[in-house]
């Protein structure tokens, strides 16, 4: 499943819709806007999906936030065809539709129509209760993108809403391309190739110029979305095991970090149209994430299941190390493994951190500096 989680007043977080229900397991999820999103499972296929206006509204009385919105107005909803896996698109001339009259045998395509599903678009004022959250809180698919060789893996979609990189898992080289697709058409731009096993994460720049894309092969790459043309590669033995994640400073230094199974985090400089080893920092165990924020600091996840708030330690300019700032208590971090870590992109306010596990959990950290 994918599933929204807002903030209803002061009372805490809540699930406010279920807007994929499928299949297959989900292997990844970035969102295109503040309402659509691009979605892969252990299948070969993407999905793309735009919000009905029953959730914006909804959104809206619930959370307080108005989207920027380019959901689909005359849609409500959605529902999902028995035997299919594609949300299909209910539109109020849908609720509107009478039951045709047959004359003769009915065909299964008879008994597809949309006023025979358990769906009614509801106006909230709080989070549903699970009833509507299965029937009433589905956004429809709106389109598929095909392309990929093997079981998606990863995906990522520019801070400017225009491309978006897709890759699958891997075990030689011309399965292992990156894939650029327009958000726009969903037409496909390119494939980068250059990593020969899964690409296990890739982000994009902060001013989307540029995709950082790291490996099981232990190598990372800087791309331009522009030309597609290789930018530059990681050196001989950056890392000594798998590197699991990436991201980029917020500071448009150019600069980004990586992390690795080697139990390691290292910064990577940018000065003169290059990239070379800046700060290091060893730690007890694999490291499985990481994320920085516009302030700084730097969340680092690990196989153990904690969490750690780290930052750069500033002499006359000069990066000196890392300090930490926190490191979470056992009991109120995951049990298993931190497979993501990503910080609220907003400013306003104590930093806040969202937190996912192979314990299945999600966790919100709330001003970690007060810790």
Excluded at 139 to 147: A, D
Aim: aromatic residues 10%; negative net charge.
């Amino acid at each position: 499943t994918v599933r929204m989680v807002g903030e209803w007043g002061e009372k805490g977080w809540y699930e406010i819709a279920r807007s994929q229900v499928h299949g297959h397991d989900m292997s990844c999820v970035d969102t295109i806007t503040d309402t659509s999103y691009v979605s892969g499972s252990e299948e070969k296929v993407l999905r793309a999906f735009q919000a009905p206006t029953t959730f914006v509204e909804n959104v809206k009385r619930i959370t307080g936030r108005d989207l920027t919105s380019d959901a689909q107005y005359d849609v409500l909803g959605a529902h999902i065809p028995a035997l299919g896996l594609s949300n299909k698109a209910i539109s109020s001339a849908d609720m509107n539709q009478a039951p045709a009259e047959h004359t003769g045998t009915a065909t299964v395509k008879d008994y597809e129509v949309p006023y025979q599903v358990s769906f009614a678009p509801v106006a909230l004022n709080q989070p549903p209760v699970e009833e509507i959250l299965l029937q009433n809180t589905l956004w429809p698919e709106v389109h598929k993108l095909y392309g990929h060789g093997y079981e998606v893996y990863q995906c990522a979609a520019s801070p400017d809403g225009a491309i978006i990189a897709t890759c699958c898992k891997a075990t030689k080289q011309q399965f292992a391309a990156i894939i650029l697709w327009s958000s726009g058409t969903f037409e496909k731009l390119t494939e980068l190739v250059h990593h020969n096993l899964t690409v296990t994460r890739v982000r994009f720049s902060p001013d989307s110029s540029k995709l950082l894309s790291v490996s099981r092969d232990r190598e990372w790459v800087v791309w331009d979305t522009t030309s597609h043309i290789l930018l530059a590669r990681s050196p001989p033995k950056a890392h000594a095991r798998i590197i699991w994640d990436c991201a980029w400073f917020k500071d448009n230094s150019g600069s980004f970090m990586t992390v690795s199974r080697d139990k390691t985090l290292r910064v990577w400089e940018y000065e003169s149209g290059t990239w070379e080893l800046g700060l290091s920092r060893t730690f007890d165990s694999s490291v499985t994430a990481v994320d920085v924020h516009s302030q700084g600091y730097i969340a680092v996840g690990f196989e153990t299941g904690g969490v750690a708030v780290l930052a750069k330690e500033e002499e006359g300019g000069v990066g000196k190390g890392f300090i930490t700032l926190v490191e979470y208590e056992s009991f109120i971090c995951p049990s298993l493994t931190i497979n993501t870590l990503q910080w609220r992109p907003s400013t306003d306010g104590a930093p806040q951190l969202a937190i996912c596990s192979d314990d299945s959990s999600v966790a919100i950290f709330n001003n970690f500096v007060s810790c």
